[in-house]
T-cell receptor, first 111, second 113 residues
Framework: QKEVEQNSGPLSVPEGAIASLNCTYSDRGSQSFFWYRQYSGKSPELIMS????GDKEDGRFTAQLNKASQYVSLLIRDSQPSDSATYLC???????????FGSGTRLSIRP | DAGVIQSPRHEVTEMGQEVTLRCKPI?????LFWYRQTMMRGLELLIYFNNNVPIDDSGMPEDRFSAKMPNASFSTLKIQPSEPRDSAVYFC???????????FGSGTRLTVV
């Protein structure tokens, strides 16, 4: 069973600090990875995608991928209260189009 | 672009009734996905289509669930008969290419009483 694992949290981070969200996956054949943000009562929104080992930066967000360790992470710099949401990690098999989601990490930014 | 459009936004129905959820994907997106989200099980993929053809329906929980995509701009997910355990938020999502992330619709919150 291909799985994506996340710590459910909640993760509480002070405003202005770096929030670090982590995810592991079981399928070594996974090629593409995504981070989605989901506010309470809303639909998931794609915020980052990463396809190769290393770091990918977009504004305050940095996604990190380590395929040898089967590990994906998301760093949020200068955390804001508006970053408080559930963050879903997702992986896509190389042999299929479907994305498998983790259960999500609830992030709370405290003022 | 209007995004992925789902209807209805909320549906309350009695056990045993038929429920039909509707989705209009983003124009030009070749992939369409139906997900279900609950607190207990998170986001579960039910079925997905490529160019209107069902590719993988292994996530459809039982024969009570069926999905169709008669054309590139419309898909339905039907539950007949509905049961209280079907209560969840059902999301439709679409994607332009295989390795792209998805764009989700606003979801349909289904309550079966």
């Amino acid at each position: 069973q291909k799985e994506v694992e996340q710590n459910s949290g909640p993760l509480s981070v002070p405003e202005g600090a770096i929030a670090s969200l982590n995810c592991t996956y079981s399928d070594r054949g996974s090629q593409s990875f995504f981070w989605y943000r989901q506010y309470s009562g809303k639909s998931p929104e794609l915020i980052m995608s990463i396809y190769s080992n290393g770091d990918k930066e977009d504004g305050r967000f940095t996604a990190q991928l380590n395929k040898a360790s089967q590990y994906v992470s998301l760093l949020i710099r200068d955390s804001q209260p508006s970053d408080s949401a559930t963050y879903l990690c997702a992986g896509q098999y190389s042999s299929a189009s479907k994305i498998i989601f983790g259960s999500g990490t609830r992030l709370s930014i405290r003022p | 672009d209007a995004g992925v459009i789902q209807s209805p936004r909320h549906e309350v129905t009695e056990m045993g009734q038929e429920v039909t959820l509707r989705c209009k994907p983003i124009s030009g997106h070749d992939y369409l996905f139906w997900y279900r989200q609950t607190m207990m099980r998170g986001l579960e993929l039910l079925i997905y289509f490529n160019n209107n053809v069902p590719i993988d329906d292994s996530g459809m929980p039982e024969d009570r669930f069926s999905a169709k995509m008669p054309n590139a701009s419309f898909s339905t997910l039907k539950i007949q008969p509905s049961e209280p355990r079907d209560s969840a938020v059902y999301f439709c999502a679409s994607s332009r290419e295989r390795d792209y992330g998805y764009t989700f619709g606003s979801g349909t919150r289904l309550t079966v009483v």
